[in-house]
Nanobody, 128 residues
């Protein structure tokens, strides 16, 4: 069975940091783009950051550029999202997803359209 297990969310004060993890299983990790997406109450899903595990290329939304860093550990089939300088507007449920044949840039730009697998989300709450 395909599984994407997201973890690492929590409550943090503005300016703080969190690291999210997405552990994947059930598919060939290296062949997929893995991404982080978020959805705040009453808002549309937003692409945050993605990594193409085939060549390591990454992309992220302008709103998190310079603050969030995505990385992958192919040996552990895990993708991480290091989130620094968190802001209250980063508050959302964060989901990881996997897509084959989708470049990281496209995955972020389309807010995850066409991604094949989705995990359950992890809540990130940033207090002011």
């Amino acid at each position: 069975d395909v599984q994407l297990q997201a973890s690492g969310g929590g409550l943090v004060q503005a300016g703080g940091s969190l690291r999210l993890s997405c552990a994947a299983s059930g598919f060939t990790f290296d062949d997929y783009t893995i991404g982080w997406f978020r959805q705040a109450p009453g808002k549309e899903r937003e692409g945050v950051s993605c990594i193409d595990n085939d060549d390591g290329s990454t992309d992220c939304a302008d709103s998190v550029k310079g603050r969030f860093t995505i990385s992958g550990d192919n040996a552990k089939n895990t993708v991480y999202l290091q989130m620094n300088s968190l802001k209250p507007e980063d508050t959302a449920v964060y989901y990881c997803a996997a897509g084959a044949g989708i470049h990281a840039i496209a995955a972020v730009a389309t807010n995850g359209y066409g991604m094949d697998y989705w995990g359950k989300g992890t809540q990130v709450t940033v207090s002011s």
